[in-house]
């Protein structure tokens, strides 16, 4: 059943992103690649890690793929005529991705002493994922949050005034 | 889905093992849910007609079926089904077509965990709460293609007003639910239900003036966040037509109407799980008719809310972002350092 779940989320997600890379509108790329983000999450929920999956799907499904809606039907304009070329034109990406096979077939090769295959019990449930963080991983987690509240300052700044910045 | 599996294997005799079990319960109960969805869009049409005729001194639909019009809904459905299904030239056709789609499975996803009774909940999951936010999140990307898709200008207007208030509006409603997880030390709806027992003063909305507050927020933003008025910008009749659902005909239009029903029932199911004791009884510890009990508080507060959009005039776009991000935010966010403290001060943190 796991392994039937696997497979299927897998081949969808791979199925998204390479729909999302070739679709020649951007609106539609960013469909594919929302679609590709929900079955990433499905796979987290295999990996018994439902608070991933579920914030898989709330920040990124939900909230930045609609930034990405957003600035890409406001650039450009309600006109469906795509100005994408074909990904075809450009072959620069064979090399880039040949380059990220071979480090994923040296990362199978590197030794995974000190992983295991089963995480501890509630590792993944929110009680684990809250003591990790808000124990642990403190300051990391503050930090990170005092860089997003400098990027909302400055876009605030940004927006607010349009004379220049108010100091 | 404990009753619904029981059900299926005692009553009706069926033999199955776990991953059966998994399947046929949620089958039905998916069907179940279904059905519920299209009632409340039967019965709130209806209900928010009358409604309406009582507010504004009128009788509301009168003629179709016996008793005040009780069959309209049934007539509307005929009829909205015998429509042409228009898709324009110039749309985006499979976004046209997806976009009613995702957000019928946006509004149809979250009812997996709303508990309607002691045991009746599709999936009694631990995230209960989390996921429902999360799940229903996803109707503002059907929103933005819908716009996007008709290649309109007041659709995509309307998208772009959409997609904005319900982002915004997110935060405060979630936010204002965190006081309670405090409280409950849990984010399943079954827990936060059941801790809930013992008399109105042991509801969360009625426990502290914090939660009170908070139940507020959920309940204002919650409007705001099914698109009604007085919040209703993205659906403007004066000014963009219809909105985002401008060039849908047909079913695809019944698809829009039948989530934003769904919809309205399912935050009024959320509050009442959340904040209003579920299925407890104002008074005592006994659970007496859980069903009905949840039901009665759910379809109190859609009438309020029906009560306030024939009441109340409609907001302006800047007036409705200051409304979230300068009185919402900060006061939900005072709620939960508010309630913080008084979990804090009188012990009362769960373990």
């Known amino acids: ?167 | 889905m404990e009753i619904i599996t029981k059900l299926l294997t005692e009553t009706f005799g069926l033999q199955l093992d776990n991953t059966g079990q998994l399947v046929a319960g949620g089958l039905t109960m998916a069907l179940i849910m279904a059905l519920v969805m299209a009632t409340c869009a039967i019965v709130w049409t209806w209900a928010e007609r009358k409604v309406a005729g009582f507010i504004q001194s009128r009788y509301g639909p009168m003629r179709v079926g016996k008793y005040h019009g009780a069959l309209q809904p049934v007539a509307d459905m005929v009829k909205i089904l015998g429509k042409e299904d228009i898709i324009p030239d110039d749309a985006d056709k499979p976004l046209f077509v997806l976009a009613p789609i995702i957000i019928f499975i946006a509004s149809l996803l979250p009812w997996a965990a709303v508990p309607f009774a002691p045991g009746f909940i599709a999936s009694d999951m631990d995230l209960g709460l989390f996921y429902i936010f999360a799940v229903s999140s996803g109707a503002i990307v059907g929103i933005l293609m819908a716009g996007w898709a008709s290649n309109n200008k007041w659709a995509l207007y309307g998208a772009a007003r959409g997609a904005a208030q319900m982002v915004s509006y997110e935060i405060p409603l979630a936010l204002a639910t965190i006081p309670v997880v405090m409280r409950t030390g849990s984010l399943n709806m079954n827990d936060i239900v059941i801790g809930q027992q013992g008399g109105i003063f042991h509801w969360n909305a009625f426990h502290d003036p914090f939660l009170f507050v908070a139940f507020m927020i959920y309940f204002i933003s919650s409007i705001a966040e099914v698109n009604r008025g007085p919040f209703d910008m993205p659906e403007t009749e004066s000014e963009l037509v219809a909105g985002y659902h401008t060039e849908y005909t047909g079913m695809r239009f019944a698809l829009f109407f039948l989530s934003e029903y769904a919809n309205l029932f399912l935050v009024s199911c959320i509050a009442t799980a959340v904040f209003l004791g579920g299925w407890n009884l104002p008074v005592g510890n006994a659970v007496v008719l859980p069903g009905l009990v949840f039901l009665a508080k759910a379809v109190l507060l859609v009438l309020i809310q029906i009560w306030i959009r024939w009441t109340l005039p409609r907001l302006r776009v800047d007036q409705l972002m200051h409304v979230c991000w300068k009185v919402l935010i900060p006061l939900s966010l005072l709620c939960l350092l508010g309630s913080g403290i008084l979990l804090m001060v009188s012990g009362e943190i769960a373990a």
């Open chain 1, 1 to 167: 059943m796991e392994a039937v779940l696997f497979y299927l989320f897998g081949a969808l997600l791979l199925g998204g992103a390479i729909a999302a890379m070739t679709s020649r509108s951007a609106v539609a790329a960013v469909v594919w690649l929302i679609f590709a983000f929900v079955n990433a999450a499905g796979i987290y929920a295999l990996l018994a890690a439902p608070v991933l999956a579920i914030l898989q799907i709330l920040i990124y499904a939900g909230a930045i793929m609609v930034l990405f809606l957003f600035v890409v039907m406001m650039l450009q304009g309600p006109t469906l005529k795509s100005e994408l070329k074909s990904i075809g034109d450009r072959k620069w990406w064979l090399p880039v991705g040949a380059v990220l096979v071979a480090l994923l077939n040296w990362m199978h090769g590197v030794s995974l002493e000190g992983f295991t295959n089963d995480a501890p019990a509630g590792f993944g449930e929110i009680k684990g994922v809250a003591e990790l963080l808000l124990n642990k991983y403190m300051i990391t987690f503050e930090m990170i949050s005092l860089v997003l509240l400098v990027a909302i300052i400055g876009a605030v700044a940004l927006a607010s005034n349009k004379k220049g910045m108010p100091w």
